[in-house]
RNA sequence: GGAGGUGUCGCCUAGUGGCCUAUGGCGCCCGCCUGCUAAGCGGGUUGAGGGUUACCCCCUCUCGCGGGUUCAAAUCCCGCCACCUCCGCCA
């Protein structure tokens, strides 16, 4: 939720933030002509309010006449007064709705306009050239299947499409992903965590994934409960309506999870292979800062990221996402995307954002400062999704006999293998 | 899933319709006293919203959550949630 002071004081901030993301201002008026009925509703409510309290005060100590008297007044009172107080309720609702529609404004230093209008920061390492090397690469579904790793067709016909089994050397690839994020993310200063991924409304709507973007949330029929798409939601509910102590910040947890997205609106997308689907399991990066450190966090945490990605021996880029492009809480985002030889183009393997205190005014969450209680700020980051990272590991370290080289760093985790060899050579 | 119990400030706790504007203790903060420390003494210490807006001040809400009864609810009634104990089921 945006700051509702700025909203009252500077509403035309709000309006521009609107316009750079690509987005009516119409909400900004509507939610101001909210705010003042509101106030005007709890002004009413507590003056009535006020007044029952003195009555009510003085009918304790009245007697006989004067007590049927008082009596007699506060009986029309107390309706009165509940029925301020259903207005003022009704008043509040209607405002919080529409304030919380409002996503967060986008840094100054976010690009402005839709998805295609990121900036490249920097590019690191270079892609390889297959052509230079005399081979036409294979994709990852092709290696998946010569290495016995992806099982695709299996996954369709058990779960449907947009499924896959890890098997063989591609689950233990998996599991030797997550023990190397996790040792990183714990010398990092991370707190490991496991937690859960079905979650009621709150959680979902605190971290901004039941407005606009509730079509790609799975639902759990006849409950109201909903599975996470990241473990972003469970992390950033995980201290709801708690104050925590400033010097206890940054916190950061690193979480193990799987993630469930309905990809609605993506028909047609990617359906080759397992960039994207609708399960994966992920290592996600969340810290927890005052607003001040908030953007020095964010940098930390894409140092991570970038940490991570050199370890496998990846060629990636750094884009600093457009505004419109930022998803509801974030203020600032950023992507590394990978190079994916067979497709000829960068695709995005981890994910930061910053998203002040967006969260944490849903969510309830604030710091105890010397000189208060304040707003805090969350960020989060991906540091291994395992699908596409397992993509371009395979698909950036084949070779021409469709074998696949272990990058070092990750060695140590596949029981010391250098090479992943197709399953009939074996 | 069934039965019973519990839920008050950071923690413990008093509180069975109006004198609750919620008690006391611990902890914490400020001050006094004091060779130092401890003890003692005095004061402060939930959070949110509104009025006003430099500050002060005033008001409303907040006793797990939501309803209801009543002129008036921490207190009475109903529903829900969480935790504890037991039973059932289960990895």
Redesign the pocket.
């Known amino acids: 939720m945006i700051d ?2 700025v909203l ?2 500077d509403p035309d901030r709000i309006r521009a933030a609107q316009a750079k993301r690509g987005l009516s201002a119409d909400v900004v008026d509507d939610a101001l002509a909210a ?1 003042g009925r ?2 005007s509703a ?2 009413e ?3 009535l ?2 007044e ?10 009245a007697s006989g006449e004067e007590k049927q008297a ?2 007699e007044r ?2 029309r ?2 309706a009165e ?2 029925e301020a107080e ?1 207005a003022q ?1 009704q008043a ?1 609702e209607t405002y919080r709705a529409l304030v919380m529609t409002i996503p967060n404004p986008a840094a100054e230093e976010a690009p402005a306009g839709g998805e295609d209008d990121y900036v490249v920061l920097e590019h690191v390492g270079k892609p390889r050239d297959f052509e230079a090397e005399g081979f036409e690469p294979r994709d990852h579904v092709e290696l998946g299947r010569l290495l016995g790793a992806i099982d695709i067709d299996r996954g369709a016909k058990v779960s449907g499409a947009r499924f896959y089994y890890l098997t063989g050397v591609g689950a233990d690839l998996e599991l030797a992903l997550v023990s190397m994020a996790m040792d990183q993310a714990r010398r990092s200063g991370f707190t490991t965590m496991i937690p859960p991924t079905l979650v009621k409304p709150r959680a979902m709507e605190g971290t901004g994934f039941l407005g606009q973007a509730a079509d790609d949330v799975y639902r759990v029929e006849g409950e109201d409960m909903y599975l996470v798409g990241t473990s972003e939601v469970p992390l950033a509910a995980y201290h709801s309506d708690e ?1 925590m102590e400033a010097e206890s910040l940054p916190r950061r947890y690193a979480a193990f999870s799987p993630c469930f997205r309905k990809e609605a609106g993506s028909y047609g997308k990617d359906t080759r292979g397992i960039i994207r689907v609708h399960w994966f399991d992920k290592v996600e990066m969340f810290s927890y800062t005052t607003l001040d450190d908030a953007a020095a966090e964010h940098q930390r945490l894409l140092g991570w990221e970038k940490e991570w990605l050199e370890k496998l021996e990846l060629a990636y880029r750094v884009i600093d996402t457009a505004a419109g492009d930022l998803g509801l809480s974030a203020q600032r985002k950023f992507d590394c995307e990978a190079w994916i030889p067979t497709q000829g183009r960068y695709r995005e393997l981890t994910s930061t954002s910053n998203c002040t205190d967006f969260q944490t005014r849903r969510l ?1 969450i ?1 710091g ?1 400062f010397p000189d ?3 707003p805090i700020a969350t960020l989060n980051g991906t540091l291994v999704a395992i699908p596409r990272t397992i993509v371009a590991i395979l698909e950036t370290h084949q070779q021409t006999d469709g074998s696949v080289r272990v990058p070092t760093a990750l060695q140590p985790y596949l029981q010391g293998r250098e090479l992943l060899e197709p399953a009939s050579s074996r």
Do not use: M, Y
Not at 52 to 61: D, F, H, P, V, Y
């Open positions: 509702p002071k009252r004081d705010d509101r106030r709890i002004v409510f507590e003056r309010r006020g029952q309290k003195t009555l009510g005060r003085q009918i304790a100590t008082l009596l506060t009986r009172l107390s007064v509940k259903a309720s509040e104050i309830d604030r105890r208060g209680v304040r």
